[in-house]
């Protein structure tokens, strides 16, 4: 069974950084893609970033593009998210997660992972 837990979250103001991260149980962390996601109140949850197993591709959705980076550390079983310029719509509670199966390019859609953390709330105060 995997496990995948997130930290780094907290309440900044617009223009801030956070660094989130993701620990992951295991050994076969660095077999699998892998995502950010989010969701914010009232709203469902979205895509952010995905990155490969390698951490050689990755992918942003547009709201981010820029301002985001995806990252991963396969020797400490660990993914970040870099967050920089951080604005108020920004505001949400951020999952990583685990891309279903070995697929050689990461995936959008939440319907492609299995593998989920518990969430860590990012808030953006303007």
């Known amino acids: 069974q995997v496990q995948l837990v997130e930290s780094g979250g907290g309440l900044v103001q617009a223009g801030a950084s956070l660094r989130l991260s993701c620990a992951a149980s295991?050994?076969?962390?660095?077999?699998?893609?892998m995502g950010w996601f989010r969701q914010a109140p009232g709203k469902e949850r979205e895509f952010v970033a995905s990155v490969t197993w390698s951490g050689g591709m990755t992918y942003y959705a547009d709201s981010v593009k820029g301002r985001f980076t995806i990252s991963r550390d396969n020797a400490k079983n660990t993914m970040y998210l870099q967050m920089n310029s951080l604005k108020p719509e920004d505001t949400a509670v951020y999952y990583c997660?685990?891309?279903?199966?070995?697929?050689?390019?990461?995936?959008?859609?939440?319907?492609?992972?299995?593998?989920w953390g518990q969430g860590t709330q990012v808030t953006v105060s303007s």
């Open positions: 295991g050994r076969t962390f660095s077999y699998y893609n």
């Open positions: 997660a685990r891309q279903r199966g070995i697929q050689p390019d990461p995936r959008r859609s939440e319907y492609e992972y299995d593998y």
